[in-house]
């Protein structure tokens, strides 16, 4: 079955600072990842995803992720945090049935303290 | 173009009463979700539809029905309360397209709806 795993549940960080946010797959066959952010009583944003290509993916707001298959990762990351930043994250694979659905991780949140 | 949105946005209901949550979407997207999202478990899938007219189980879908009569919207059923469903949510549109550059493989999700039953 597919799945997604965050190992940790809050990354804290200066801003200033790179970030790095977590995030493991497994899955059969080609996997198809995807970032989210939630702010604070908003739904999910979408960020960015890896269908194919390159492993570094770009997305919005200065975040990329790489995609590493040897590793099983997708982890997201920052050059230079903001304080704007701070939210929370969830990894997701698309399942491999017709339904197209993703399948989330528990979420990593981000504090960025100034 | 107001993308997802979910009505109503905050409801407490009492333990055995019935409301049902709407969704509409007006990017003409085919696929339509309901998840929710409760702490330290992100977002779990209750129900699906692939299409108008039809609705599909998901990995949650226990106390719950769905309605997709018309392709905009999709209705979330609660007919019997439970404080287990205190939750917050969300509903998720994408559209049919797949292929690697498309947009097909993005999932847009409403504001969310917090529910509170007693």
């Known amino acids: 079955a597919q799945s997604v795993a965050q190992p940790e549940d809050q990354v804290n960080v200066a801003e200033g600072n790179p970030l790095t946010v977590k995030c493991t797959y497994s899955v059969s066959g080609n996997p198809y990842l995807f970032w989210y952010v939630q702010y604070p009583n908003r739904g999910l944003q979408f960020l960015l995803k890896y269908i194919t290509g390159d492993n570094l993916v770009k997305g919005s707001y200065g975040f990329e992720a790489e995609f590493n298959k040897s590793q099983t990762s997708f982890h997201l990351k920052k050059p230079s945090a903001l304080v704007s930043d701070s939210a929370l994250y969830f990894c997701?694979?698309?399942?491999?049935?017709?339904?197209?659905?993703?399948?989330f991780g528990s979420g990593t949140r981000l504090l960025v303290r100034p | 173009n107001a993308g997802v949105t979910q009505t109503p946005k905050f409801r407490v209901l009492k333990t055995g009463q019935s409301m049902t949550l709407l969704c509409a979407q007006d990017m003409n997207h085919e696929y339509m979700y309901w998840y929710r999202q409760d702490p330290g478990m992100g977002l779990r899938l209750i129900h699906y539809?692939?299409?108008?007219?039809?609705?599909a189980k998901g990995e949650v879908p226990d106390g719950y029905n769905v309605s997709r009569l018309k392709k905009q919207n999709f209705l979330l059923g609660l007919e019997s309360a439970a404080p287990s469903q205190t939750s917050v949510y969300f509903c998720?549109?994408?559209?049919?397209?797949?292929?690697?550059?498309?947009?097909?493989?993005?999932?847009?999700f409403g504001p969310g709806t917090r529910l509170l039953v007693l």
């Open positions: 539809s692939v299409g108008e007219g039809t609705t």
């Open positions: 997701a694979v698309r399942d491999v049935d017709s339904s197209y659905k993703l399948i």
């Open positions: 998720a549109s994408r559209n049919r397209n797949s292929l690697p550059g498309g947009t097909g493989e993005t999932q847009y």
